[in-house]
T-cell receptor, first 115, second 114 residues
Framework: EAGVTQFPSHSVIEKGQTVTLRCDPISGHDNLYWYRRVMGKEIKFLLHFVKESKQDESGMPNNRFLAERTGGTYSTLKVQPAELEDSGVYFC?????????????FGPGTRLTVT | AQSVTQLGSHVSVSEGALVLLRCNYSSSVPPYLFWYVQYPNQGLQLLLKYTSAATLVKGINGFEAEFKKSETSFHLTKPSAHMSDAAEYFCAVSVTSGTYKYIFGTGTRLKVLA
C-alpha cells in the first residue's frame, strides 16, 4: 500500500511568486490534514478536509493560502503571493474516517524556501 | 485548550544508555497521545500511541511510553540507545472534538554518542 506522497520535495521561490504544493493521501482515507513547521518551531495545524469539504481551517495563516481537495482525493495548497515568513516544511497527513481516525499517516513533507 | 510541552530540544545519550524524552500535556478531556519520529530526509513515522487503553504503551524499535494522568505526562523511554535512534522525536495530542487534528510539541532531537 502506497503511503502519503507529497510533491515537490523542495521548492525555492522568490517573494511574490506563487507556489502550489500537492498531497496524495493513502487511498481510501477521507481525512486529509495540512501542517507546517517553521524553522525552530513546532509543527502547526493548518487545515483538515473530510473528503472534499473543509472541516476545520482555523490554522490557515491568512488569505494568501488556498487549499483545495477536488473530488476528495488529492489536495493542493497554494501560496499566493509568497512571503519570506512562509518558508518552512509543509506536511500532509491522512487518516481513515472510520476505525481509527486518530492515527494519522504523514508524508515526507515539502520544504519551501522563499527568498 | 490542549497543549504539549517537550522538555529539552536536544538530548544526547551514549550508545547503550537509557533514552528518556519528556512530554507533558494539557487537556480538559481524556487525551489521545502520540509519539512520532522523523529520521533525516523522511516523514513522520508513528512510534506509539495512547488511546485510553493500557497506560503503558509499547511501540516500535523497543520504545515505550507510560501515560500518567496525575502527572499529565507521556514520557518516551528506551532501555538501551542505538546509533540508529538518532532522529527528531515529536509528542502530539489529538483534539477529540471531531477534527482529530494534532497539537505538537516543539520536538526533541536525540543524539546518540558512540
Amino acid at each position: 500500500e502506497a503511503g502519503v506522497t507529497q510533491f515537490p520535495s523542495h521548492s525555492v521561490i522568490e517573494k511574490g511568486q506563487t507556489v502550489t504544493l500537492r498531497c496524495d493521501p493513502i487511498s481510501g482515507h477521507d481525512n486529509l490534514y495540512w501542517y507546517r513547521r517553521v524553522m525552530g518551531k513546532e509543527i502547526k495545524f493548518l487545515l483538515h478536509f473530510v473528503k472534499e469539504s473543509k472541516q476545520d481551517e482555523s490554522g490557515m495563516p491568512n488569505n494568501r493560502f488556498l487549499a483545495e481537495r477536488t473530488g476528495g482525493t488529492y489536495s493542493t495548497l497554494k501560496v499566493q503571493p509568497a512571503e519570506l515568513e512562509d518558508s518552512g516544511v509543509y506536511f500532509c497527513a491522512s487518516s481513515q474516517r472510520s476505525g481509527d481516525p486518530y492515527e494519522q499517516y504523514f508524508g515526507p513533507g515539502t520544504r519551501l524556501t522563499v527568498t | 485548550a490542549q497543549s504539549v510541552t517537550q522538555l529539552g530540544s536536544h538530548v544526547s545519550v551514549s550508545e547503550g544508555a537509557l533514552v528518556l524524552l519528556r512530554c507533558n500535556y494539557s487537556s480538559s478531556v481524556p487525551p489521545y497521545l502520540f509519539w512520532y519520529v522523523q529520521y533525516p530526509n523522511q516523514g513522520l513515522q508513528l512510534l506509539l500511541k495512547y488511546t485510553s487503553a493500557a497506560t503503558l504503551v509499547k511501540g516500535i524499535n523497543g520504545f515505550e511510553a507510560e501515560f500518567k494522568k496525575s502527572e499529565t505526562s507521556f514520557h518516551l523511554t528506551k532501555p538501551s540507545a542505538h546509533m540508529s535512534d538518532a532522529a527528531e522525536y515529536f509528542c502530539a495530542v489529538s483534539v477529540t472534538s471531531g477534527t482529530y487534528k494534532y497539537i505538537f510539541g516543539t520536538g526533541t532531537r536525540l543524539k546518540v554518542l558512540a
